[in-house]
């Protein structure tokens, strides 16, 4: 038991809680608020990964809990890892998905628990994120090669409109002044009219 000077007694309840529980319930309380206002549902599936590191028969500690979700969470934050000396983008669908794929597989027995580290994760989101540059790079070649393309638009096209003639391009408009015929014709009564006087 503590000594009384290093205790804070509930006024309610009388229970006495140590400075070190208080801080550690405030930390607690810190991360896990970070983690949730990153991200409700990949909160959860975070909460679901740290499942992996208990040990069969045993408890995880909060303190550990901490521990592990402390270490996930700047990289969370800044939506990249470093893995084998390289940053990798890891958007938070990324993250999702790798950490779906362990729990998948600790499903299916193709996992060896418990844990300890994140190493595997991080090489799902690397192995994630390699499959989506080779993509990107694949679709930027593809364009280089083939140009642009027109835009294609999903709006439905009534059949008359489609098989409906185009219209012809517009000529410019004739210079100003009498056509070529209309000037011969007024020169006509003209004459005529100056050899009936």
Known sequence: MSKRGETLVCPVCSAEVTFEQLLGHLEAERTF????????PLGNLVLQY??????????????????????LLPDIERKAITHKGRDW??????????????????ANDRL????????YLYAIL???????????????????RTG?????????????????????PVMPAAPAGPSPT????????????KGQA
């Open 33 to 40: 608020d970070r983690l949730v206002s990153i991200s409700v």
């Open 50 to 71: 740290l499942t992996l590191f208990v040990p069969e028969k045993q408890r995880l500690t909060n303190t550990k809990k901490l521990r592990l979700v402390g270490q």
């Open 89 to 106: 983008d890891a958007p938070l669908p990324a993250w999702a998905q790798a950490i779906e794929q362990m729990l998948s597989a600790r």
């Open 112 to 119: 060896s628990l418990p844990m300890t580290g994140h190493a």
């Open 126 to 144: 690397a192995a994630l994120a390699d499959k989506h540059e080779a993509a990107a790079e694949q679709k930027q070649e593809q364009e280089r």
């Open 148 to 168: 642009p393309r027109p835009a294609i638009t999903n709006e439905p096209t009534h059949v008359a409109q489609a098989l409906a003639p185009r219209p012809a």
């Open 182 to 193: 209309v000037r011969r014709m007024r020169e006509e009564i003209e004459r005529k009219k």
